[in-house]
């Protein structure tokens, strides 16, 4: 007969007897206080003592009880994640690399504050997290008047999320400064040579998309610039590339091309040079995209980076300061761009190959 596991075996783990804090303060030779203090962090304790406590808890495989801890905190330790745009279409938006990138980075950041990132069903129903011990909740690029926004502030849930909230109590906003980090690429097209721009964007009523258009349309007036606005009906490659091959055809004679809408930059490159157009001797080129492709594309492609790294760092620390002081008052941030030139939008004779401007 096999002897069943003891700690540290790999059998049925109802079998194997719970290690209890007790029995790590018996193993040390320390007190059941001293243990504790020395696990969380706490107490006046020599460092040796503290590192003593926790290398016995972890050769005899400790873990404390989580729901008993929670308890005493009075969190849950739990923030909810959804993105508001597209909720209905086809688009799943871990297609996209930049809201990839600010998923992971959010997971990671909550992990650090020793909360845990529950993804929420994009267009989630108020009824589909109400039973759910949040503490908070995270809402990337709401829509106008995005009804999950409002659900979570009457809800008294603290939700961090764009500059659409700013001001109210409980919200929590991180955001870029659009206007000026397109007025930055505009310029530099126009410096290069650019009176005749063709723009992509998407059909959306999300803040960034709509300070994006408005933007253009400003900067475009006020340097009596012609353009041509396209918008896609759909976030994803398919539409967004077939809203650029629309735009050349209705903008023949367009010497740039700004594509606001994200879209994989080598597909982009591909349905100018199918329309005729030549990268950068005739079509300057710039894409709004976190896709590291760009860089190795020929010419390789100016990208302006929207920074979802520095959104996701400087929402959590926001969120959680407010969670654990419990206090409603609205904060902000801005946290700035990135605009990287690289021969896609120099003319022939324009310089060296990559630089890097921040907005």
């Known amino acids: 007969m096999t002897a069943s596991p003891r700690h540290g075996g790999h059998g049925n783990p109802a079998t194997v007897p719970r290690v209890r804090l007790v029995d790590v303060a018996r193993e040390a030779g320390l007190s059941k206080t001293t243990v504790s203090a020395a696990l969380n962090g706490t107490g006046r304790l020599s460092p040796a003592v503290r590192e003593r406590a926790r290398e016995t808890a972890r050769r005899l495989g400790y873990r404390p009880n989580a729901t008993a ?92 999320t764009d500059r659409s909230v700013e001001g109210r109590q409980g919200a929590h906003w991180v955001d870029i400064d659009t206007d000026a980090a397109v007025r930055d690429v505009l310029d530099h097209l126009h410096a290069e040579g650019a009176r005749n721009i063709a723009i992509v964007s998407l059909d959306t009523t999300t803040r960034f998309h709509t300070a994006a ?99 996701a760092e400087a929402g959590l620390d926001l969120l959680v300061a407010a969670v654990e002081s419990g206090d409603q008052q609205p904060t902000g941030r801005v946290v700035p761009t990135r605009l990287e030139v690289r021969d896609s939008s120099r003319r022939a004779d324009g310089g060296p190959d990559t630089a890097r401007r921040p907005v």
């Open 69 to 160: 801890r929670l308890l005493r905190a009075g969190h849950a330790r739990l923030i909810g994640y959804t993105v508001g745009e597209y909720v209905a279409g086809r688009w799943s938006y871990m297609e996209s690399p930049y809201f990839a990138q600010l998923t992971s980075t959010t997971a990671a950041a909550a992990l650090r504050h020793g909360y845990a990132l529950v993804l929420l069903p994009a267009g989630a129903a108020s009824g589909e997290w109400t039973d759910l011990p949040l503490d908070a909740a995270i809402i990337a690029d709401p829509v106008a008047d995005d009804p999950l926004v409002d659900d979570f502030i009457a809800a008294r849930i603290p939700i961090f």
């Open 213 to 311: 258009a408005h933007a253009c349309r400003t900067w475009c007036a006020e340097r009596e610039v012609r353009h041509h606005l396209t918008l896609s009906a759909e976030p994803g490659n398919g539409s967004v590339v077939e809203a650029v091959e629309r735009a050349l055809a209705a903008a023949e004679d367009a010497d740039a091309l700004f594509v606001i809408a994200e879209a994989t930059p080598p597909l982009v490159l591909d349905a100018a040079r199918r329309a005729g157009r030549s990268v950068p001797d005739d079509l300057l080129l710039v894409c709004v995209s976190e896709d590291t492709s760009a860089a190795h594309t020929s010419p390789a492609i100016t990208t302006l980076s929207l920074n979802p790294e520095g959104v």
